[in-house]
């Protein structure tokens, strides 16, 4: 029975990893894609135009296209340090480093995990590198 808990939830991550991998895939070629402004971002992007007044993350601009990429660049840098205290600075910086070597070169999925359990540890790996590969994301999304 333990067996087939363990084997859940890697089904699950598996298919977590695939649905984000697969909106951040949308997300690039939209942005790619769109020449013209659209006026406000999909409202599925946009929980930061949410935030309360005054809050870090309505301090970018408002609802304009500039201020939601002023948030997400503003989020991208907290999530960062936060990473970064938590994880140490060696360590997030290797695994920020091999993962954005990766993602450039569009690696296997299964041997990115492989790579990085190896460089960094299997714990280490569990605990913050999905976290890691979504400061990632979005420093391609939003350099």
């Known amino acids: 029975r333990l067996v087939a808990a363990g084997g859940d939830t890697r089904s699950r991550e598996e298919q977590d990893f695939t649905r984000v991998m697969a909106n951040y895939e949308q997300d690039i070629s939209r942005t790619r894609n769109d020449g013209g402004d659209r006026g406000t971002s999909p409202t599925r992007r946009?929980?930061?135009?949410?935030?309360p007044s005054g809050s870090p993350a309505s301090a970018g601009g408002?609802?304009?296209?500039?201020g939601a990429i002023m948030d997400m660049k503003a989020?991208?840098?907290?999530?960062?340090e936060d990473l970064i205290a938590r994880m140490g600075a060696d360590t997030f910086q290797?695994?920020?480093d091999y993962l954005s070597q990766a993602r450039a070169k569009n690696m296997d999925d299964q041997k990115v995990k492989k790579e990085l359990e190896?460089?960094?540890?299997?714990?280490v790996y569990k605990e913050f590198g999905f976290e890691v590969d979504q400061v990632v994301f979005s420093t391609i999304l939003y350099p």
């Open 75 to 80: 989020r991208q840098q907290r999530c960062r």
């Open 46 to 51: 946009s929980p930061m135009a949410a935030a």
């Open 118 to 123: 190896a460089l960094v540890g299997r714990d």
């Open 94 to 96: 290797t695994c920020f």
């Open 62 to 66: 408002g609802g304009a296209k500039g």
